[in-house]
């Protein structure tokens, strides 16, 4: 064999070696569209694991479900809680879904529940784009972010069949949730401004009262009535956490 012939073989073999260890890389597909309201764009970031596991994580930080308002804010998918929890979802296989919600002051409840349901749909109906199971799919978040991804986990999520758009037709529903100090009884819990848990959903003032008989004010909070999955509290050294759904129990640290 000349030594042509195994300089090329050689550069060849490095070549095939860069491109599978550039292919291993852990990745950010970001602002991608998964639906439109009024002509803005709601957005997500796929963070793509070296080598997925085949399930995905939709991320909902918390935000106390309000947006800072003006061109230069930065969205709630860049959140620096997306630092802090996501990168360790990746390592561990997951495809993580970081969502970007509509929120108060601009817009009130249900905006933020609509737009987090339409995320799932969206991955869901692309699951296999994304290289995950469409069955099996879990969310996690903090805060307020605990509190739709504890909606998601706990509501019906049924599709409507009849929709035009296929998207819509996709259950909502979670199969597993981690909900980080969630806010679940909103009616009881009291906020830095004074204004209520409840009130800071629904985008209401701190000195606005919401009717007990309103929609809202029965369809905010996670009621008894309303829950059909098991719910189980994991507690750690430095929080406590709730799991929804069918979830197998974790180790505690």
């Given at each position: 064999?000349s ?7 050689a550069?060849?073999m490095?070549?095939?070696a860069?491109g ?7 990745r ?5 569209v ?9 957005l997500l ?12 994580v939709?991320f909902?930080?918390?935000s106390?479900w309000n947006a ?8 709630l998918?860049e959140?620096p ?17 970081a ?6 002051p601009?817009?009130r409840y ?9 995320a799932?749909?969206?991955?869901r ?7 995950i199971?469409a ?20 509501m ?11 998207i819509?037709r ?17 009616l ?5 401004t ?12 701190a ?8 929609i809202?004010?029965?369809t905010?909070?996670l ?5 059909t999955?098991r ?10 956490a709730?799991?929804i ?9």
């Open positions: 064999m030594s042509n012939t195994i300089r090329t073989i550069a060849g490095l070549l095939l860069t599978v260890t550039a292919a291993a890389q852990p950010v597909e970001k602002n991608v998964y639906g439109m309201y009024s002509g803005t764009a709601l970031d796929v963070h793509h694991p070296a080598r997925p596991n085949g399930f995905g939709v909902i930080p918390g106390g800072p308002l003006g061109y230069s804010a930065p969205p998918k959140s809680q997306v630092e802090i929890y996501v990168p360790s979802l990746v390592q561990a296989g997951y495809t993580v879904f969502v970007t919600h509509r929120a108060t601009t817009f249900p905006a933020q529940l609509e737009d987090v349901q339409r799932v749909r969206f991955i109906h692309n699951a296999a784009k994304f290289g199971d069955a099996r799919i879990g969310g996690s978040g903090g805060s307020s972010g605990a509190h739709l991804v504890s909606m998601l986990a706990t019906d999520g049924t599709g409507d069949s009849t929709d035009p758009d296929p819509n996709e259950s909502a529903k979670l199969q597993c949730a981690v909900a980080r100090a969630a806010p679940v009884d909103l009881r819990i009291g906020t830095s004074g204004a209520s848990a409840l009130a800071l959903l629904l985008g209401a003032r000195d606005e009262s919401t009717p007990k008989a309103s809202e004010y029965k905010a909070g009621h008894r009535r309303s829950i999955s719910l189980t509290m994991h507690q750690s050294c430095s929080y406590t709730m799991r759904g069918p979830c197998r129990s974790v180790s505690r640290r």
